[in-house]
C-alpha cells in the first residue's frame, strides 16, 4: 500500500450521507530515479506514480478509473505557474476483492522542450512542479444480454458478460483537490537532465539553448 503521506489525489463519491473514497493517485518524491524512454523526436519522461482503486461500500459493480490525465505546470519565481507538459496514461484500472497498489503509467510525451523551460526558469532551487489530475470513475457491471464481437449477433443467456457504465464521476468533485505539488531530488533531476540532453543532442532545440548552464557545464 502506498503511504499515507505520500501527495496524492482522490476520487470520491457521496455515500449515506457522507462521502467515500474510491480511487487514490499517489506522487512519491523521495524516487531514486526518474525514468526516460529516447524517441526520435527527444525522450518521453515517465512520472513516479501509483494508483489504488478499491470497491467502496456504496458501489454497484466494481469501480474502474480510465482516461487518466496530469497537466504539469512550473511554479517559477520568474514565470510563475505555466504549463509544460501532459502526461498520460492509457491503461485502465479496475477494483479487485483484495485491496493493492499498482503502479501507474503517466508518461510525458515528448518532453524535451518542457524540460528546456524548466531549466531556464525554475531558479537556484529544485524545480517545484504542479500536477493536475483529470479522469473518469466508471463501474464494471455483469449483463445477462449484450453484443459480442462477432458483428451482427446478439447474445442472450446464464453466461454474464462484463460492461462498462458510463462515467460516474471525475476527479476534483465534492471539494477535494485534484492537483499536488512535487519536487524531486535535486540530484536526481540533475541526472535526468544530463541524460535527455545526452539522447537529445541532435535535436534543433537544443543547438538554441548554448547559454544554459547544463550544455556549457558552469
Keep these: 500500500m ?5 501527495k496524492h489525489v482522490g476520487v470520491w463519491l457521496p455515500y449515506d450521507g457522507g462521502k467515500e473514497r474510491f480511487v487514490a493517485i499517489f506522487f512519491p ?3 531514486e530515479k526518474l525514468d526516460l524512454q529516447p524517441t526520435a523526436t527527444g525522450v518521453n519522461l515517465k512520472i513516479p506514480s501509483e494508483i489504488e482503486v478499491r470497491c467502496g461500500r456504496g458501489s454497484r459493480g466494481r469501480p474502474m478509473a480510465t482516461s487518466l490525465r ?8 520568474s514565470a510563475g505557474l505555466i504549463e509544460v507538459g501532459v502526461a498520460r496514461d492509457e491503461n485502465y484500472y479496475i477494483a479487485e476483492a483484495k485491496e493493492r497498489t499498482l503502479e501507474a503509467e503517466f508518461v510525458w510525451r515528448d518532453a524535451l522542450a518542457g524540460l528546456i523551460f524548466i531549466e531556464k526558469h525554475r531558479g537556484d532551487g529544485r524545480p517545484v512542479l504542479r ?17 459480442p464481437n462477432e458483428p451482427g449477433t446478439y447474445r442472450s443467456g446464464e453466461t454474464y458478460a462484463e460492461a462498462r457504465t458510463r462515467p460516474l464521476q471525475r476527479i476534483g468533485k465534492y471539494g477535494d483537490p485534484s492537483h499536488v505539488e512535487v519536487s524531486y531530488p535535486g540530484e536526481v533531476w540533475a541526472k535526468m537532465i544530463q541524460e535527455a540532453f545526452e539522447a537529445s543532442r541532435d535535436n534543433p532545440l537544443l543547438a538554441l539553448q548554448s547559454l544554459l548552464p547544463f550544455l556549457t557545464g558552469s
Design 70 to 77: 496530469a497537466t504539469i505546470s512550473l511554479n517559477s519565481p
Design 29 to 31: 518524491e523521495k524516487v
Design 2 to 6: 502506498a503511504s499515507k503521506e505520500e
Design 131 to 147: 500536477i493536475d489530475l483529470d479522469g473518469e470513475l466508471c463501474s464494471v457491471v455483469k449483463c445477462k444480454e449484450w453484443w
